[in-house]
């Protein structure tokens, strides 16, 4: 490292907590259990941590969890804004890592949304509450999946997007979740099983909807000087791009463009990289919709032709454009704030770390070197990408 630029970043350590159905399981417990298995990853020891992301957790989110891990740190953030928290909040860690501001930061999450709901300590969360903006919309039935489906409405209005196309989606999902133990469903489906399901939020039926699981996973940063100490290959931050956009929908100018279209450009031009050079893709996927629409605002496809984009196997592991190798959020898992989840992914696809049958080749037999990472948060009100790569 010169004097004149800035450190390197790399991703260390990733590991999952247990994931799927947990019903004996704290938040905490998750929580810990994957900043262990993230720190055994990564062969360092807990003493280079000085930095620690987290949120969703307590009203005081860092405090309570750093307090649970024994961690004292000197660098924080509690960053939330929906899904895409955990891109976001390892764009700040990264800048602060580079910076010089921390060494390694670590960032975890768990949950336990379906136990908790399972056992009635809590309700299905339909919407954000009644507060602030939202007061607007509330009284007109706006629940959250209303939000998403009306998007998708307007997509398919505008750019004749079908019903097939956005099975499609939950298809192929679901075909990379075959090869993935650890995913909630992996038993094949079909376009006509998708669409014969029942309707959730028009045009959304249930399998075109994500999970309610349990589980939880970590993330640990570290300046380019603790790499050669680790057990793993490095994994570096190529470039990050972060975006926020509309609280309401009344406030959103285009229903059919996600703030990705500017985090998106962003990561991809601090990179040095373009969409062409992407081997693997990692995208939020709360709903059919929310992958197919991401992939046109990175730049996969152009703007409308999405649809079309995700016919024919393209984001299957052996497609051409290889999406949520793990199942994702429709099949895989989805705890809540799944964006971390991406990262985890991402990671393991570059290292080569994936099971057989999951694992993405480039043409050549090679493993990936390029991967993206990109969450979404709201009603696609915030986004984050990470643009992750191999040397």
């Known amino acids: 490292m010169g004097p004149d630029r800035p450190r390197r970043v790399a991703v260390v350590g990733v590991a999952l907590s247990d994931c799927g159905r947990v019903d004996h399981a704290t938040p905490y417990a998750l929580h810990a259990q994957a900043a262990r298995r993230a720190l055994a990853d990564s062969g360092l020891d807990r003493s280079v941590i000085d930095g620690l992301a987290s949120a969703g957790l307590g009203p005081l989110a860092p405090v309570e969890v750093a307090d649970h891990l024994g961690l004292r740190p000197t660098w924080v953030d509690s ?17 602060a890592i580079a910076a010089g501001h921390a060494n390694a930061v670590l960032l975890v ?22 507060h602030g903006p939202a007061q607007f919309e509330t009284p007109y039935g706006h629940t959250l999946i209303a939000k998403y489906a009306m998007a998708a409405r307007r997509h398919m209005h505008q750019y004749g997007t079908t019903l097939r196309q956005f099975a499609e989606v939950a298809v192929q999902t679901r075909a990379n979740a075959a090869f993935n133990p650890h995913a909630m469903y992996r038993a094949p ?44 290959s490095a994994v570096w931050v190529m470039g990050t791009g972060t975006a926020l956009s509309h609280a309401t929908l009344a406030e959103w100018d285009d229903f059919t463009v996600t703030p990705a279209a500017v985090s998106g450009p962003l990561a991809f031009r601090r990179a040095g990289v373009a969409p062409q050079d992407i081997d693997v ?9 929310m992958t197919l629409v991401t992939l046109e605002d990175l730049g996969f496809c152009a703007k409308g032709e999405g649809g079309v984009f995700v016919e024919k196997g393209r984001l299957t592991v052996g497609g051409a454009l290889p999406v949520n190798t793990d199942g994702g959020g429709l099949s895989a898992c989805h705890p809540g ?46 986004s984050g990408t990470l643009i992750l790569g191999r040397d």
């Open 109 to 130: 999450y768990g949950s336990t949304a379906r136990a908790d709901l399972k056992a009635g300590r809590r309700t299905a969360a339909l919407s954000f509450g009644t």
């Open 337 to 382: 704030m799944r964006g971390l989840f991406l990262l985890v992914e991402a990671v393991r696809q570059l290292r080569g770390e994936a099971e057989e049958g999951r694992q993405v080749r480039r043409r050549d037999g090679t493993l990936p070197r390029l991967a993206i990472a990109s969450g979404t948060g709201g009603w696609f009100c915030s």
């Open 281 to 289: 893709a990692e995208l939020y996927d709360a709903f059919t919709y």
């Open 189 to 232: 489906i079909t376009v006509d099983e998708v669409l014969g399901g029942p309707v959730v939020a028009d045009p959304f039926t249930r399998l075109q909807c994500c999970v309610r699981s349990d589980g939880g996973c970590a993330v640990l940063l570290a300046a380019e000087e603790y790499v050669a100490d680790t057990d793993s």
């Open 79 to 95: 960053t939330s804004v929906g899904g895409a928290t955990w891109e976001v909040m390892a764009a700040h860690a990264a800048d």
